[in-house]
C-alpha cells in the first residue's frame, strides 16, 4: 500500500492493487450498493466509486478493472479500512464454489455468469438506513428520500469525487420532524429508521455474528429488511427476501411458469438451503421477470401530505 504524504486527511489518498483468483464481474457485484439512479453515495463514472461510514471514520474509495488486477483509491479516515477490506467486498469469501443448481434455468444463468458473487462490506448501519427507507413502498419514493436524506444531511465525502457520505446514526436522531417531512418520509419509516439509530452502535455485531436474528430485535425490522441487509453485509448466500412485492412472484414464475407466493417460492428453494438468495439472484441476474399485466403502483409523495 502506497500512501500520498501531501494533504490533509481528506485530501490524502491511499491505494491497493488486488488479483482475484476467481472470475469476478465488478459491476454486478458493487451494484448491489447502489441504492437507485443519483445516489448520492454512489457512481459509476470511471469505475465505481461510494462513500461509506466505517469503524475509523468517513470514506471514499475508487475501484476500476484492469485486464486481471483489481485497483483501489481511498480517501479519508475510513480510507485504509476500505482497503483492507476490498477482497471481502468483492466476493472472496463467498461460498459460491459450493452451490449445487437443481433447476436447468438456474444451472443456465449460472453458467453464463461466472463472475457474479457474493460481496461483504461488514458494516450495517449504511446498509439498514437505506433497506428501512425501502420497506413497503416503491422504488421511486425509497429512492428519492434516500437521495434527499443524503444530500440535505450526509458529510460531504473526502476525496475527489462530489459524493455523500450516508448521514450518520446521531445525525438523523438529530432532525426536526419538518426536515423529515420535506425528505418524504412516512410515519412508520421514520420510527423504524429513529428506532434504529439509537441502537447502531450494538447492531453493528450483526455483521460479526452473522445474526439477521440482532437485527429483527429492532421494532419494525423484519425478515425482508434484515435479508436485505445480510445479503450485502456479510454476503449472506441464504437470506431471502421473503415478504418482497416482485420476488416471489418472479422466482415463482421463473421456476414454474405461474407466478406463487412466498411459501411456494420457499417450497421450491428447498433443495438450495444454505444458498437460497443465490439461487434468486442467478433467476434476477439472468432477467427472469414475470410478463406484467397490471399497472403499476404509483410512487406517493409523503411530502404533499
Known amino acids: 500500500m502506497t500512501t500520498n504524504s501531501l494533504g490533509n486527511v481528506s485530501s490524502r489518498a491511499t491505494s491497493r492493487a488486488w488479483t482475484p483468483p476467481f472470475p469476478l464481474d465488478l459491476g454486478a457485484v458493487l451494484g448491489r450498493l447502489r441504492r437507485g439512479p443519483g445516489d448520492p453515495s454512489f457512481s459509476t463514472e470511471d469505475g465505481v466509486w461510494f462513500a461509506a461510514n466505517t469503524p475509523c471514520g468517513p470514506g471514499t474509495v475508487h475501484i476500476t478493472r484492469t485486464t486481471g488486477e483489481v485497483l483501489a483509491e481511498a480517501w479519508g479516515e475510513g480510507g485504509p479500512w476500505l482497503l483492507d477490506g476490498l477482497p471481502a467486498l468483492l466476493g472472496a469469501d463467498d461460498t459460491v464454489d459450493e452451490f449445487v443448481a437443481h433447476h436447468p434455468v438456474i444451472a443456465e444463468a449460472r453458467r453464463q455468469r461466472p463472475g457474479l458473487r457474493l460481496g461483504a462490506t461488514n458494516r450495517v448501519w449504511d446498509l439498514l438506513f437505506a433497506s428501512i427507507l425501502e420497506q413497503k413502498v416503491t422504488g421511486v419514493e425509497a429512492f428519492r428520500t434516500w437521495r434527499e436524506l443524503?444530500?440535505?444531511?450526509?458529510?460531504?465525502?473526502?476525496?475527489?469525487?462530489?459524493?455523500?457520505?450516508?448521514?450518520?446514526?446521531?445525525?438523523?436522531?438529530?432532525?426536526?420532524?419538518?426536515?423529515?417531512?420535506?425528505?418524504?418520509?412516512?410515519?412508520?419509516?421514520?420510527?423504524?429508521?429513529?428506532?434504529?439509530?439509537?441502537?447502531?452502535?450494538?447492531?453493528?455485531?450483526?455483521?460479526?455474528?452473522?445474526?439477521?436474528?440482532?437485527?429483527?430485535?429492532?421494532?419494525?425490522?423484519?425478515?425482508?429488511?434484515?435479508?436485505?441487509?445480510?445479503?450485502?453485509?456479510?454476503?449472506?448466500?441464504?437470506?431471502?427476501?421473503?415478504?418482497?412485492?416482485?420476488?416471489?412472484?418472479?422466482?415463482?414464475?421463473?421456476?414454474?411458469?405461474?407466478?406463487?407466493?412466498?411459501?411456494?417460492?420457499?417450497?421450491?428453494?428447498?433443495?438450495?438451503?444454505?444458498?437460497?438468495?443465490?439461487?434468486?439472484?442467478?433467476?434476477?441476474?439472468?432477467?427472469?421477470?414475470?410478463?406484467?399485466?397490471?399497472?403499476?403502483?404509483?410512487p406517493r409523495d409523503y411530502r404533499r401530505f
Open 150 to 298: 443524503g444530500r440535505r444531511f450526509g458529510e460531504s465525502a473526502p476525496g475527489p469525487k462530489p459524493l455523500k457520505v450516508p448521514p450518520t446514526p446521531q445525525r438523523l436522531l438529530g432532525l426536526q420532524d419538518w426536515e423529515w417531512h420535506q425528505c418524504g418520509l412516512d410515519g412508520a419509516r421514520r420510527r423504524t429508521l429513529i428506532n434504529a439509530a439509537q441502537v447502531a452502535h450494538r447492531l453493528e455485531k450483526a455483521a460479526e455474528m452473522r445474526s439477521r436474528e440482532l437485527l429483527e430485535k429492532v421494532p419494525g425490522i423484519g425478515v425482508w429488511t434484515s435479508a436485505e441487509v445480510a445479503q450485502r453485509a456479510w454476503g449472506d448466500p441464504d437470506a431471502v427476501s421473503v415478504g418482497d412485492y416482485h420476488v416471489a412472484k418472479n422466482v415463482t414464475w421463473a421456476l414454474t411458469g405461474t407466478p406463487g407466493d412466498d411459501d411456494a417460492m420457499m417450497e421450491l428453494l428447498e433443495p438450495y438451503q444454505p444458498q437460497r438468495h443465490r439461487a434468486v439472484m442467478y433467476l434476477e441476474a439472468a432477467g427472469l421477470r414475470r410478463p406484467r399485466r397490471a399497472p403499476r403502483f404509483s
